[in-house]
């Protein structure tokens, strides 16, 4: 082999590898999710028998750059496999949007308990299925039913709906967590939900709380809700909680208690 064709060779050999240099940027940068798998193994393979080729017939440019482009191939082929693991545990993590009344509050109780108080009635639980408290008492009443809940004092007495701190807890440890109250339909309670937040969720980040008014506004995969209309504009999956006044409701998943949202989604990630 001349002179001519050894530099000919030579400068082919380093174009083809150069070439290379700027894709294994790209891929320690952006993860290299642009670039095929069996388009590096094919490319791989290729070059490998290129530089076997090069050997048997002893030549050595021709081997050299073969041997630069398995090393450069290579380096992108890692790079890839090691960039795009994360991203793939990441997609699986979920983001779960979570209400509050009626949902880890237990507000009903409360509610139905001062609305007695004030009356001197005796409604029960039972007598609310398929309603809301403002629909089952008499019509002067409702005024009255709706100032309950604004009472500043009322949301610090609510309980937490059972098992709802432990299976939040462990939803917390696999997905993006978020409370999500339409907290604009009653201002005044703004400050109470925050404590009561504080006081039983102290494992949830503050920033991971959201006091909206319509919760279509909310990016998630799933909103956990009592209420259906919140589901309207909502572009995740919509996933009822049961309460009395929602036994009726037919056009959506409905789960029963936290117990069931913890088979549905604890370990989901690694599935
Ligand atoms: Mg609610």
Not at 85 to 108: F, G
Request: proline share 3%.
């Amino acid at each position: 082999m001349g002179l001519p064709s050894t530099i000919l060779g030579t400068v082919a050999a380093t174009s083809s590898t150069v070439a290379f240099v700027p894709q294994i940027a790209k891929i320690w940068k952006t993860g290299g999710k642009d670039v095929s798998y069996f388009m590096l193994s094919l490319y791989l393979a290729g070059v490998t028998l290129w530089l076997s080729y090069g050997l048997v017939i002893g030549a050595t440019a021709l081997s050299l750059a073969n041997a630069a482009s398995i090393v450069c191939a290579g380096t992108c082929l890692v790079l890839k496999l090691m960039k795009e693991k994360p991203c793939r545990a990441e997609r699986k993590r979920l983001r779960i949007a979570i209400d509050m009344d009626e949902t880890i509050a237990d507000s009903l109780t409360e509610h139905i308990r001062r609305y007695n108080a004030e009356f001197a009635e005796k409604v029960d639980v039972d007598q609310l299925h398929g309603k809301h408290l403002e629909e089952l008492v008499p019509l002067d009443r409702s005024d009255a039913v709706r100032r309950i809940i604004r009472d500043e004092s009322f949301f610090d007495c609510l309980a937490v709906v059972e098992d709802a701190q432990q299976v939040i807890r462990e939803l917390a440890c696999e997905h993006e967590v978020f409370i999500v109250s339409a907290a604009m339909e009653i201002p005044e309670s703004f400050a109470a939900k925050h404590r009561w937040l504080q006081r039983h969720f102290p494992f949830i980040p503050m920033g991971n709380v959201v006091f909206c008014g319509d919760k279509g506004i909310i990016d998630a995969d799933y909103l956990i809700d009592d209420e259906v209309r919140h589901f309207h504009s909502f572009r995740g999956t919509g996933i009822l909680f049961s309460a009395p006044h929602n036994l009726l409701e037919t056009a959506c998943e409905r789960i029963a208690s936290w117990q069931h949202i913890r088979r549905k989604f604890v370990g989901l990630r690694s599935s």
